[in-house]
């Protein structure tokens, strides 16, 4: 199978790597003047800039560019040249979920959306290990967007996978979320706060350090394998006595509900509007 691989960043070189040693025909498309075209020439992956005559002739192309690069792309190149019942991949449905990008009826819509940051997606394939993956089809005008997409899946993973049948709406809402409330927002914020504190009350901040950065990994690892309840189960005695009494007065009602207007932000579409708007002004 060929694709077409626009943009080689997190995702990007991670997908063409895999995709590549499962014996994928891959071409990389990147702009002129792209730094990364020397990290993919590093990699012995070949790249092409003329982004119009490779659209032409491609089967599945897949986006890998930033969301909000997208519908750039999708207006100058891909919504004139990409040929009829060719495929487009996301690997996040944000910019069609958002409606940034109002797809072609002529074309397959489908999601391949690895949980987990690029470089993991690239070690676990190289370690052999499993990955799990949402997929979602939005639209399916070739017949063929289930078979495309599972092949797809098997060519970053090895076919080494745990699939998640979901839609663009649901993975890009879930996400969202989970970056905001815990991965990024809530746990990077939380580790941040508790770091600051130890120092401002005087404690050596390499101690701090390890407390706050590191040990979390640790403890993710056993949620991870046996669930909070499980991780609960496992550690001392005194350190279950002091989560169950402290952490429900740090995840208390204020923080729920704030968890709820979060999510409902996403939902409504305020939050991509806002960023929207951000972003303008930014530029
Ligand atoms: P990156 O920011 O790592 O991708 C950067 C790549 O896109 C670079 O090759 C860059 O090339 C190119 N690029 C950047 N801006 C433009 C532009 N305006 N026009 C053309 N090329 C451009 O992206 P990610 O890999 O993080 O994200 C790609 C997709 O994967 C997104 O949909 C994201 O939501 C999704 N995703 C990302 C995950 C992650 O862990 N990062 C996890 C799961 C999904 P240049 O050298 O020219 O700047
Ligand atoms: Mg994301």
Redesign the pocket.
């Known amino acids: 199978m060929h694709v077409t691989i626009?943009?080689?960043?997190?995702?990007?070189r991670a997908h063409a790597l895999n995709l590549s040693e499962s014996g994928w025909d891959i071409t990389v498309v990147?702009?002129p003047e792209?730094?990364?075209i020397s990290i993919a020439k590093q990699d012995g992956v070949e790249v092409i800039t003329d982004a119009i005559s490779t659209a032409c002739k491609t089967e599945i192309c897949a986006l890998?560019?930033?969301?909000l690069?997208q519908p750039?792309?999708w207006r100058e190149v891909l919504v004139t040249h990409l040929p009829t019942n060719s495929a487009i991949l996301?690997?996040?449905g944000?910019a069609i979920h958002y409606g940034l990008i109002t797809p072609r009826a002529d074309l397959d819509i489908i999601l391949a959306?690895?949980m987990c940051?690029?470089t993991e997606l690239r070690n676990r394939y190289v370690a052999r290990d499993s990955v799990p993956i949402v997929t979602a089809i939005q639209q399916d005008h070739s017949g063929h967007a289930a078979e495309r997409l599972r092949a797809y899946v098997d060519g970053i993973t090895g076919g080494r996978h745990d699939v998640i049948e979901s839609t663009f709406a649901e993975e890009t809402e879930t996400d969202l979320f989970s970056e905001q409330a815990l991965l990024c927002g809530g746990l990077g914020y939380l580790v941040q706060a508790v770091y600051e504190l130890l120092v401002e009350a005087g404690y050596n901040p390499k101690l701090a350090h390890y407390t706050a950065m590191t040990e979390p990994v640790n403890l993710a690892r056993l949620i991870a394998a046996h669930g909070v309840d499980g991780m609960l189960d496992r550690i001392s005695h005194v350190a279950r006595y002091g989560a169950r009494t402290r952490g429900p007065r740090i995840i208390d009602t204020r923080v729920r509900q704030t968890l709820r207007t979060i999510l409902a932000e996403i939902r409504s579409g305020s939050f991509q509007r806002e960023l929207a708007e951000a972003t303008k002004t930014q530029s």
Do not use: I, T
């Not at 626009?6 to 990007?12: E, L, M």
């Open positions: 626009f943009g080689y960043g997190s995702q990007g990147l702009r792209s730094p990364s890998l560019l930033p969301d690069a750039e792309l996301f690997a996040h944000y959306g690895p940051p690029g």
